[in-house]
T-cell receptor, first 113, second 115 residues
Framework: AQSVTQLDSQVPVFEEAPVELRCNYSSSVSVYLFWYVQYPNQGLQLLLKYLSGSTLVKGINGFEAEFNKSQTSFHLRKPSVHISDTAEYFCAVSTGGYNKLIFGAGTRLAVHP | EPEVTQTPSHQVTQMGQEVILRCVPISNHLYFYWYRQILGQKVEFLVS????????KSEIFDDQFSVERPDGSNFTLKIRSTKLEDSAMYFCASSAPGLVTDTQYFGPGTRLTVL
């Protein structure tokens, strides 16, 4: 079975500061990794995904994530955040094909002026 | 850009009543999913659907739940007799065929409140 742990439930940060949202996963088989963002009162939007190849993945809105197999991590980073990045961020895994996504508990990013 | 739509955005019902949540997936997608998110908790998988049958379902998806694709565009989730603990945000998602795996695109959700 797979599981996802997001170590921080809330991350406060000032505008233009860098941020890292942490995600660790557990699985006995190979997985594909995703980050989704949920803005207030909206659905889930894909930020980026890792399927194979380069371990550094770039996504929308200036976000990137690095897959680290030895540490079973997929941390999300942005070098300079904006107020508009305030949202809930979810890390998820899938075993591929059209299988279900298994989500972490989410990290609420609050960007302050 | 095509998107998944869901109706209604908010549904209030009395305990024991039946509800049907509706979703219109992206038109060329073939795989459909329902997830739910109880307030303050993580997003949980309920069921996946392909070729007019359930591919996988979670323990949450008991006999009170059913899914249907009644026509070429809609995908519905029915809860036969709602319970207080069914109160949650329900998300529909769809994905298209791909070589490895494909992105699941989510709708905006239906907030179900059971009184």
């Amino acid at each position: 079975a797979q599981s996802v742990t997001q170590l921080d439930s809330q991350v406060p940060v000032f505008e233009e500061a860098p941020v890292e949202l942490r995600c660790n996963y557990s699985s006995s088989v190979s997985v594909y990794l995703f980050w989704y963002v949920q803005y207030p009162n909206q659905g889930l939007q894909l930020l980026l995904k890792y399927l194979s190849g380069s371990t550094l993945v770039k996504g929308i809105n200036g976000f990137e994530a690095e897959f680290n197999k030895s540490q079973t991590s997929f941390h999300l980073r942005k070098p300079s955040v904006h107020i508009s990045d305030t949202a809930e961020y979810f890390c998820a895994v899938s075993t591929g094909g059209y299988n279900k996504l298994i989500f972490g508990a989410g990290t609420r990013l609050a960007v302050h002026p | 850009e095509p998107e998944v739509t869901q109706t209604p955005s908010h549904q209030v019902t009395q305990m024991g009543q039946e509800v049907i949540l509706r979703c219109v997936p992206i038109s060329n997608h073939l795989y459909f999913y329902w997830y739910r998110q109880i307030l303050g908790q993580k997003v949980e998988f309920l069921v996946s659907f392909y070729n007019n049958e359930i591919s996988e379902k979670s323990e949450i998806f008991d006999d009170q739940f059913s899914v249907e694709r009644p026509d070429g565009s809609n995908f519905t989730l029915k809860i036969r007799s709602t319970k207080l603990e069914d109160s949650a945000m329900y998300f529909c998602a769809s994905s298209a065929p791909g070589l490895v795996t494909d992105t699941q695109y989510f709708g905006p959700g239906t907030r179900l409140t059971v009184l």
